[in-house]
């Protein structure tokens, strides 16, 4: 199942990000304009072409290309697809869309994180031209016909990250700012886990806090999570966004003076593991979520160092 209908014209494409089933989508709205949500990244681009054919789409048919922030997993195969949708725009947060142009910090900061496997995960970067990219500025709008859509800048996850609200739906395409909704299909786990996504380097619980505050005030009905699917109702990812930020703010409470990633690493597992445990989950260990507790690790430990460093 690579594709899935959400109604009110809504579509989801698994990208088989990591070659994986069930962790990263790409969403489409068709309207009498068709816009589509984030490409992920270029390794996805065979496999998004596929999704869109399925919905009868040709990439000359997009008119829209939203990115919900710059992360390579969700904008990594913009390039590509911006090549091929010859008439869409590409619209990106301000602090973002000049990295599509430019791609030459994307592609450093990517590798300072994921180091020599950089290109194995994510594939090439090709710039967008300028003239293609608009800046949307927060609440900025967007009218595809039946829809309009809203651009709310929402930091904490990226400084960079937008997210989407949709008028039909009463649904926010959160991107990585509403946690990460873990599908049975990726953890091999018989129930639904949902932690926030704290990566590096522009992590901040706080700021996190007041972005899920800010969204939460819109009233939304349903979360799009770009990993993996929808809650519904809303409050579902409400609810373990806000309980993971808490977890994680007593975890730097308690971290000793010098602190280290493996500490960091151990004492996330330690809080995950717990979490589970309480909700009444038995799990062997936590290892499905090792990719994302790495990630998180470092982006905390990037946290703390800027925070000890007065940078926030
Ligand atoms: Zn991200």
């Not at 009110?8 to 068709?30: C, H, M, N, Q, T």
Request: charged letters at 25%; hydrophobic letters at 35%.
């Amino acid at each position: 199942m690579s594709i899935v209908d959400y109604g009110s014209d809504i579509y989801g494409i698994d990208l088989f990000e990591e070659g994986r089933p069930f962790r990263s989508s790409a969403y489409v709205i068709k309207d009498k304009e068709i816009a589509l949500v984030d490409t992920g990244s270029s390794k996805s681009h065979q496999v998004l072409l596929d999704g869109l054919a399925q919905l009868e789409l040709k990439p000359q048919d997009i008119d829209h290309l939203i990115i919900t922030h710059v992360h390579l997993d969700h904008a990594g195969g913009a390039g590509q697809m911006m090549e091929r949708s010859s008439q869409a725009i590409l619209h990106a947060h301000p602090l973002g869309a000049r990295h599509l142009i430019d791609p030459s910090r994307l592609e450093k900061g990517a590798r300072q994180v994921y180091g020599e496997e950089t290109d194995a995960l994510f594939g090439p970067l090709i710039p967008v031209p300028g003239e293609r990219v608009v800046a949307e500025e927060d609440e900025g709008i967007l009218r595809l016909g039946r829809h309009t859509l809203t651009f709310y800048h929402t930091p904490g996850h990226a400084k960079h990250h937008l997210c989407i609200k949709d008028n039909v739906s009463r649904a926010i395409f959160a991107g990585d700012m509403m946690g990460i909704r873990y599908h049975p299909g990726y953890t091999g786990w018989d129930f639904i886990y949902g932690f926030p996504t704290t990566s590096p380097s522009d992590f901040d619980p706080m700021v996190m806090a007041n972005s899920l505050d800010r969204l939460e005030s819109l009233k939304p009905q349903r979360i799009f999570h770009t990993h993996f699917g929808t809650s519904e109702p809303a409050s579902e990812a409400f609810d373990f966004s806000r309980k993971g930020v808490h977890y994680i703010n007593e975890l730097i409470k308690q971290l000793p003076a010098y602190v280290t990633y493996d500490l960091i690493y151990q004492a996330l597992s330690q809080i995950i593991a717990q979490d589970l445990d309480r909700l009444g989950h038995k799990v062997e260990s936590t290892d499905p979520l090792a990719v994302d507790l790495m990630l998180n690790s470092q982006g905390i430990l990037v946290y703390i160092q800027k925070k000890e460093a007065g940078k926030l």
